[in-house]
């Protein structure tokens, strides 16, 4: 496993919409380990192996956070927030944030007072950030509106090399694909093989749609996180019965290709490893929705890590988990042949 480059990642400011400075430490991690690396308009980086190869995978795994975006300043000096994607306000007041400006990083705590905390369905717009300004006009010389705003949080360690962190979503998914893409091609991989971390998918879904529609893939792999059911207040009956560090999570439901979960789960035989299966009514919320439909069309299976918390500062996931999601995919690209029949019958 590539610690060092995870919590790298992990350790990035990326809200939707302001990945650049973590798409940059993908792009340096990956220029000397694939055949070619890329960059697109809006800022997701692909890395390539065998890219003239006439069958291609694209696995996708999102860079971009959640967080807040700065939509005014009131007149002592306080921001006032929107929500980038899909946020709980509750989790924000008492807390520690970044603001990644053009000249950097400005810290700021965001307002908490007993009202506050007494307050049925708490939005983003109750949410204010002192950023220790004086007034609107000093405090527009270190922001400007339309600025993003994460978590002032760090990564820990916990029991049983499981760890907490902010916005693992998806940061762990960009790393997955990276690291298979690097396994994959120490194998001797024959196909054409596309690892991307798109920028976009808690808002836009854009980096997804712009990447599947240039490289034309003929599967593509979503990599993203899903809600686990192993603590107090969850329904294993709605979200499925998914345990951290049980193994990455394939997903059955409507869209997503069966043949190509067979496979996946032929590699996972392969390799001895357990992997769990959820079963969802509809779409996926994922960048997986979104490449299906590019193109003429795309085969996807989504391939998910365990993740308690989800969008919550505290995310609590398994280091084995992350790296089994890895070495399950670069087993499954080595199975692809160009030859694949992906028709049901
Ligand atoms: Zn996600």
Redesign the pocket.
Known sequence: MNKDFLMELLGSNSVSGSETEIEKKIYDHMKPIADIVTVDEMGTVTAAVNPDAPFRVLMTG?ADEIGLMVTAVTPDGFLKVTNIGGIYATTYPGHKVRISTKNGIVYGAVVNTRELCKKEDLKASDLTIDIGAVDKEDALKAVSLGDTVNFDTDVRELLNGRITARAM??RV?AYIVMEALTIAKQKGVSIGVYAASTTG??TTGNGAYFTASRVRPNIAIAV??TYTSDYAGIDAGLTGDISVGKGPVLCNNPSIHKKVNEKLLEAAEKLHMSVQIEAANGRTG?DGDIMHRTGLGVPFALVSIPLRYMHCPDEVGSLKDIQDCAELLAQFLCDCTENMNLKPF
């Open positions: 999102h979503d998806d998914g998918e808690e993203d996180v994922t």
